[in-house]
């Protein structure tokens, strides 16, 4: 079962290309998908203003926290997250969110390094046609994507 919640996601056409591209592979990879259709970018920029150099903690946070609520809700043994497949992520600190929020909230995180992938899922993307997000998605990775100082 998967989740998709991108409350950070900017601007919204890049939020909605990237879960057109998971629902147009869904079925090829036999996986439910639960969509968390809410947009709230205001409540995510408030809560990021004047914390832009803790941006990343509080969007694993966030991230994980909502994922874990779902899990729990739902019944699950274990929630995780997709952000421990890239290589520009924190890991430890990642992994540090989720065993906290395992003990808070009474459900399993599973860490696995999913890095070793990381070259054969970009072959395999591309082989399946799919849509590869250039940037993590936040207003400012997309800055720092276009904008050279």
Not at 26 to 31: A, F, G, M, Q
Request: proline share 2%.
């Amino acid at each position: 079962m998967g989740y998709f919640y991108n409350p950070n996601i900017h601007p919204y056409q890049e939020l909605d290309r990237r879960k057109q591209t998971l629902i147009q592979h869904e079925s090829n990879i036999d996986l439910k998908i639960i969509y968390d259709n809410e947009y709230p970018l205001e409540q995510w920029i408030q809560n990021i203003t004047h914390r832009e150099t803790k941006k990343c903690l509080y969007c694993y946070q966030d991230r994980l926290k909502t994922t874990a609520i779902v899990a729990r809700k739902g019944k699950f043994h274990f929630f995780t997250t997709t952000l421990l497949y890239s290589k520009f992520q924190n890991h430890e600190l990642i992994n540090e969110i989720g065993q906290s929020l395992e003990k808070k909230y009474g459900i399993s995180f599973y860490y696995a390094d999913f890095r070793q992938g990381w070259k054969k899922g970009i072959e395999l993307s591309k082989k399946l046609n799919m849509y590869r997000q250039q940037y993590c998605g936040c207003i400012y990775s997309e800055k720092e994507r276009f904008y050279k100082s």
